[in-house]
């Protein structure tokens, strides 16, 4: 079950050490937005941050890396994870033994493996995420920078409602769900508590707001038809959001949900799969992102019940993702990994499930810099001030060393072990040869 947090004590063995002047030299540079690589060139980082590009001199002590003509690309970037969720079981969910300690020790495992992936940031979209980013922060575990949304905000009955079977109502029985003494969520019904739960989250350090407008697959109570929260809950938690410089994210999948959310001041919508072209076309028009995934159709682990509730959603991938390429919908990717921790080996695999609609450029500047574009959507309360997503001067040092051309061949993406020869970030290499 629950890894044991003893096994910590490696991670903490390999903390790298502190940024310092690195060159790579003889690289050519995918710089996050264009189509083709650089010629041959050398990218010096000083600090945490990329100094110069084209044929910078190596400051005494830098460390040379011969890039062999390999290609230096920003670090990957998923905006839909769920870190402490993503490595746990439904059955650890449930288990009377699970303490937040084990679940962040389990999370922290998973975090290092995560970075040794190549994601470098991620924004995190419901969880008891906190204890985890701040440690990863203060150095006491290896992971990706992390967005954090704290517990996701759900009426009684809705997609965040992860009451165990026998729990009651805390309204009217005074009791807490023991997944919201977990962290896990809020569950707020009515204006006065939406804010409440709203504010909670953003005195911990939310970088956003994650609300549940909808109907979800992983969820008991929910049909994934329903519309979740009233027009006067979902302005409430915009406005809380707003007035802290930063936004909210909805859950939801389609028109009626979504549509609500947009009329509250909601600015991006996360799933999306059974929207209709007509709601497609308004978020273009009003610059609403989508953040969207390719999701797997079958899991020898998920639940017959949790599998039809799900097919309508993967039957409207096909659809949903060229249609709102073709009308220019703001677009994010992530994968949205939810108590299966087995797939999150498969993180870099999904990437290619882009491959359909987009070329191979467009992926990668999509897990990259247009992924950066969506976590700057939280301005002052973004926990890591500086440009992301892109290899250019002044920019944050987050960047891989690819053996090979992934423009030419995306596939090299997917095998990070094999395939990145160097991880930095923050200006440390965290995997290297």
Same mark, same amino acid.
Request: net charge positive; no cysteine.
């Given at each position: 079950m629950l890894k044991s947090l003893g096994l910590l004590?490696? !991670? !903490? /063995? *390999?903390m790298p050490a502190a940024a310092a002047d690195t060159l790579f030299r003889n690289v050519r540079v995918f710089d996050g937005m264009a189509s083709s690589l650089s010629a041959p060139t050398d990218v010096l980082v000083s600090g945490n941050r990329i100094a110069a590009? =084209?044929?910078? /001199?190596?400051?005494? =002590?830098?460390r040379?890396? #011969? $890039? %062999? %003509?390999?290609?230096l690309m920003p670090g990957l970037i998923d905006v839909h994870v769920h870190m402490v969720f993503g490595g746990l079981s439904m059955a650890d969910l449930a288990s009377p033994d699970l303490t937040p300690e084990k679940a962040i020790g389990t999370a922290a495992l998973q975090a290092r493996a995560m970075l040794l992936r =190549?994601? *470098?940031s991620v924004r995190d979209m419901g969880g008891p995420i906190f204890p985890l980013k701040a440690g990863i922060d203060a150095g006491k575990f290896e992971g990706p920078r992390i967005w954090p949304s704290g517990g996701a905000i759900s009426q *009684? +009955?809705?997609? $965040? #409602?992860?009451? !165990?079977?026998? @729990?009651? +109502?805390?309204?009217?029985t005074g009791q807490v769900p023991r997944f919201e003494r977990l962290g896990a969520g809020f569950i707020a019904d009515g204006r006065d508590e939406v804010l409440t739960a *709203?504010? @909670?989250? !953003?005195?911990? $350090?939310?970088?956003q707001i994650k609300v549940m407008a909808g109907g979800g697959t992983s969820s008991e109570y929910d049909p994934l038809d329903v519309t979740q929260y009233t027009l006067d809950e979902m302005r409430a938690a915009v406005e809380a959001a707003e007035d802290w410089g930063t936004y909210v994210t909805v859950h939801a999948y389609h028109d009626r949900s979504v549509l609500r959310a947009m009329e509250a001041g909601v600015k991006c919508i996360e799933h999306g799969q059974l929207l209709s072209e007509s709601t497609l076309r308004l978020m273009a028009k009003r610059g609403i992102w989508l953040s969207l995934q390719v999701l797997m159709a079958d899991s020898p682990n998920m639940a017959e019940a949790r599998r039809q509730k799900r097919k309508p959603v993967i039957d409207g991938q096909d659809r949903v993702w060229p249609l709102a390429k073709k009308l220019g919908v703001k677009l994010a990717w992530g994968t949205d990994f939810l108590f299966e921790p087995a797939l999150n080996a498969d993180q870099n695999s999904y990437i290619l499930r882009l491959k359909p609609w987009f070329t191979p450029a467009e992926i990668l500047k999509m897990v990259t810099h247009d992924n950066a574009q969506l976590l700057a959507l939280s301005g002052l309360r973004s926990p890591y001030p500086g440009s992301l997503g892109v290899v250019k001067p002044g920019a944050l040092a987050d960047l891989i060393l690819v053996a090979g051309d992934p423009l030419a061949n995306i596939d090299l993406v997917a095998d990070p072990a094999r395939n990145f020869r160097i991880i930095m970030k923050d200006g440390v290499v965290v995997k290297g040869d």
């Open positions: 004590a490696a !991670l !903490l /063995a *390999t590009i =084209g044929t910078p /001199a190596a400051p005494a =002590g830098a040379i890396i #011969d $890039g %062999g %003509g390999g290609t =190549g994601f *470098t *009684t +009955s809705g997609h $965040g #409602d992860f009451r !165990l079977p026998q @729990e009651p +109502s805390r309204r009217f *709203t504010r @909670e989250n !953003l005195r911990f $350090g939310a970088s």
